[in-house]
Structures are given as C-alpha cells and as structure tokens.
C-alpha cells in the first residue's frame, strides 16, 4: 500500500487474473483487452513493474490463500467467473513473471 492504492492494487489484480485466465484457456484475448479498455477508461493502471517473486509471496499472505494453495477468481467472460483451486505454482509464477513487464492481456 506504499505505491498503490487499493483501487490501483485491485485494478491490476482483476487484469492478472484476465491474464490468467487466458493462459489456462478461461476466457479469450477479446475478453482481456474489453476489460483493459474499461480500466483505462477510469485511468487506472494496466502495466505492473513490480517483481514477479514479490509479487507471488504477497499472493501467498492473501486472503484467497488457504492450506497452502492459492485460490484464484477467474474471468470466464466480463461478469462471468469462476473460482479455481489448485492452479500449479509453476503455471502461477509464469503468467505473473510476464505480467510483471506489462498488465496489457
């Protein structure tokens, strides 16, 4: 909460599970860019330059965060989600590692 706000945090958030999403063949490439489009619209921020690593241990202080896994809100389409279990950290780190250079799904 130094450099962000929450609405900054959350923002970057909703676009790294689009991101995700996409990766796991959740939602289309159409769906993240309409939802990049409506964040810019309220000039929040869709490129992330912090650590990916950073990143993926305050993934792992979070609420979403239980027995040891993370639990992630997955878009399926705008207004459509999905809550997914067990997403392999490997799979996690990778999307977060691109994610970090640029938020643009």
């Not at 309409?34 to 964040?39: C, D, G, K």
């Amino acid at each position: 909460y130094k450099n962000l706000s929450h609405g900054q945090a959350v923002s970057l958030g909703m676009l790294y599970a689009a991101k995700l999403s996409l990766s796991l063949g959740k939602c289309s490439g159409e769906q993240g860019d309409e939802l990049t489009n409506l964040i810019r619209l309220f000039s929040l921020p869709t490129h992330c330059r912090f650590n990916y690593l950073t990143l993926y241990k305050a993934m792992c202080y979070d609420k979403k965060f239980i027995s040891g896994k993370i639990r992630m809100v997955l878009m399926k389409s705008i207004g459509k989600v999905e809550v997914v279990d067990g997403i392999p950290v490997e799979v996690i780190k990778k999307v977060l590692r691109s994610f970090s250079v640029s938020a643009k799904v």
